[in-house]
């Protein structure tokens, strides 16, 4: 088969790679914009197939997103609903108050002396604000200030610890437990099975 010729009687890849050889630096950076008019022409299509896609499966992009959020533990949902990147809806006088009026951890049970010193190192009896009810964020009378130590052990706490702070709300705040809990909680605690007062 003939093939054909270019400029000064040669192929096209001896054309080509005398122009490489012979002026390397801008037939780099011709190469460079090629490539990258390749790649944002595949990006462009790419997108339009993807939103095309998305368009036709509404529906099941939602079930989707729904199991994978029911299959993450709360604290990493807390975050993703927004509820854990910092945003308050407390003012500084509240807090100000709340700080006057805490001098001890407010988990019950803790009787930590709570630190309030700006300090770049974590310490355990270290102040924290913390959300009495996750889901309804930072808001006044929602908040509370507890110790490092307790604010950690809400997520990081070992079965031990929760069976103590369970002993001590069955203990001294048996209002605050409902039949159901009571039944619930009756194989973890021995005091509160049926016969044994609170």
Not at 122 to 150: H, M, W
Request: glycine share 4%; aromatic share 8%.
């Amino acid at each position: 088969m003939e093939r054909p010729f270019y400029a000064r009687g040669m192929c096209h890849s001896c054309y080509h790679r005398r122009r490489r050889n012979a002026y390397p630096e801008r037939e780099k950076a011709r190469y460079q914009r090629r490539k990258e008019k390749r790649t944002a022409e595949r990006e462009i299509v790419i997108k339009v197939n993807q939103k095309k896609w998305r368009d036709a499966n509404k529906e099941k992009l939602k079930a989707d997103k729904k199991v994978w959020y029911e299959s993450l533990p709360w604290p990493q949902r807390n975050r993703l609903a927004g509820n854990g990147r910092g945003k308050t809806n407390v003012s500084a006088e509240f807090l100000q108050h709340l700080q006057e009026s805490t001098p001890i951890c407010s988990m019950p049970g803790c009787e930590t002396v709570l630190d309030y010193e700006r300090s770049a190192k974590q310490k355990p009896n270290q102040a924290t604000l913390d959300k009495v009810i996750p889901s309804f964020g930072y808001a006044e009378g929602n908040v509370q200030i507890i110790c490092r130590d307790c604010n950690s052990k809400k997520v990081h706490g070992t079965v031990s610890d929760w069976i103590r702070f369970l002993d001590y709300v069955i203990r001294h705040h048996p209002e605050a437990l409902s039949v159901a809990d009571v039944d619930r909680l009756s194989f973890l605690l021995p005091s509160l099975r049926i016969g044994n007062p609170i």
